[in-house]
């Protein structure tokens, strides 16, 4: 999966995409209300998430019917990052892989996803260039 800004994904989300995996689609990930409000516009709530695949992804593969749009609220104690993520929405993403699948994350941060995968049972490759955060990542009391 990849989280690209709105404007990217918007304006050409598949190109984005099709340079890392082979294209699937977008789904949405509703922050809900408690984003911050911006009088006199519309609230800042959703985030588009760009996702595909290695390969193929058989109809038949074991895993469950998943939202096309995933509400959660972002939690000031869950955020290890300024662009962090919830624990429980990277959760709900990560649930797209077969059963003993490994989740590669260029984009590790301080680690929430490789928290999630590590929940949901899968194995994970993080990739991060800030030196800081990889060093969050590793200390995490949750990773």
């Keep these: 999966m990849v989280q690209c800004p709105a404007a990217a994904a918007v304006a050409n989300p598949r190109r984005a995409a099709e340079r890392w995996l082979h294209w699937r689609g977008i789904t949405d990930w509703d922050k809900t209300e408690g984003v911050r409000p911006q009088p006199g516009r519309f609230r800042n709530q959703a985030e588009y998430i760009v996702w595909g695949s290695k390969g193929n992804m058989p109809l038949d593969r074991r895993t469950p019917v998943l939202p096309g749009v995933i509400r959660e609220p972002v939690r000031k104690a869950d955020k290890h990052h300024l662009t962090g993520k919830p624990t429980e929405l990277m959760r709900q993403l990560v649930r797209i892989c077969?059963?003993?699948?490994?989740?590669?994350?260029?984009?590790?941060?301080?680690?929430?996803?490789?928290?999630?995968?590590?929940?949901?049972?899968?194995?994970?490759?993080?990739?991060?260039?800030?030196?800081?955060?990889?060093?969050?990542?590793?200390?995490?009391?949750?990773?």
Aim: glycine share 14%; no cysteine; net charge negative.
């Design 98 to 143: 077969e059963s003993g699948g490994r989740v590669l994350y260029p984009f590790a941060g301080s680690g929430t996803t490789l928290v999630a995968t590590q929940v949901e049972g899968y194995s994970f490759t993080g990739v991060e260039m800030t030196s800081h955060y990889s060093d969050v990542a590793r200390v995490r009391p949750d990773n």
